[in-house]
């Protein structure tokens, strides 16, 4: 299986700051992977596939980029309802998913 | 509307069986992969089981972690996808969320709300 590692675990950042999660594949994956939000009790939505394409819907604040084994997901402008869960997932293999970073508000 | 609704969580014995349902509506489904995708209380996100299209023969997958164990199907005259759940274990406990496969499953672009197995004695 291919591993996917995320980090940081978790974070805080105040309202307008820009956020970086990076998420590293062990392998190369090409453009495989996907970004996903969770919020507490509920299930993941989609917010970018094949590394850098927004899902429909999903505010341009956040942005994907990467290829290879190493991928970002930015949020530029935080805003209070992006506290959530965010997990990477590759999908270039049997699918897995990396361990979650936690966006908590100041 | 476009959605995906799971419904047989419930409280099993180690070593019992559970059978889970997931049940389309609002696009067409049989042209789409289905997977299931789970969550242990407080935990990450585990990928489950896959079973494809008709165009490719229904063909399924399976984590290592349930293999020979859980078995996914489908009926597309139904649109509904069903995971059986056989000789569950502790650590088999989580909400259970079934996801469309956008683009040959190459990312899940419509989820479920998650039904909840738990198996504790």
């Known amino acids: 299986d291919i591993q996917m590692t995320q980090s940081p675990s978790s974070l805080s950042a105040s309202v307008g700051d820009r956020v970086t999660i990076t998420c590293r594949a062990s392998q190369s994956i090409s453009r495989s992977l996907n970004w996903y939000q969770q919020k507490p009790g509920k299930a993941p939505n989609l917010l970018i596939y094949?590394?850098?394409t927004l899902q429909s819907g999903v505010p341009s604040r956040f942005s994907g980029s990467g290829s290879g084994a190493d991928f970002t997901l930015t949020i530029n402008s935080l805003q209070p309802e992006d506290s959530a869960t965010y997990y990477c997932?590759?999908?270039?293999?049997?699918?897995?998913f990396g361990r979650g970073t936690k966006v908590e508000i100041k | 509307e476009v959605q995906l609704v799971e419904s047989g969580g419930s409280l099993v014995q180690p070593g019992g069986s559970l059978r889970l349902s997931c049940a389309a509506s609002g696009f067409p489904f049989s042209d789409h992969y289905v997977d299931w995708v789970r969550q242990a209380p407080g935990k990450g996100l585990e990928w489950v089981a896959r079973?494809?299209?008709?165009?490719?023969?229904?063909?399924?997958e399976y984590a290592s972690s349930v293999k020979g164990r859980f078995t996914i199907s489908r009926d597309d005259s139904k649109k509904s996808v069903d995971l059986q759940m056989n000789s569950l274990k502790t650590e088999d406990t989580a909400v259970y969320y079934c996801a469309r496969g956008g683009d040959y499953g190459s990312y899940f672009d419509l989820w479920g709300r998650g039904t909840l197995v738990t198996v504790s004695s």
């Open positions: 997932q590759q999908s270039y293999v049997t699918p897995t």
């Open positions: 079973i494809r299209d008709k165009g490719n023969s229904h063909s399924t």
């Open positions: 094949a590394a850098s």
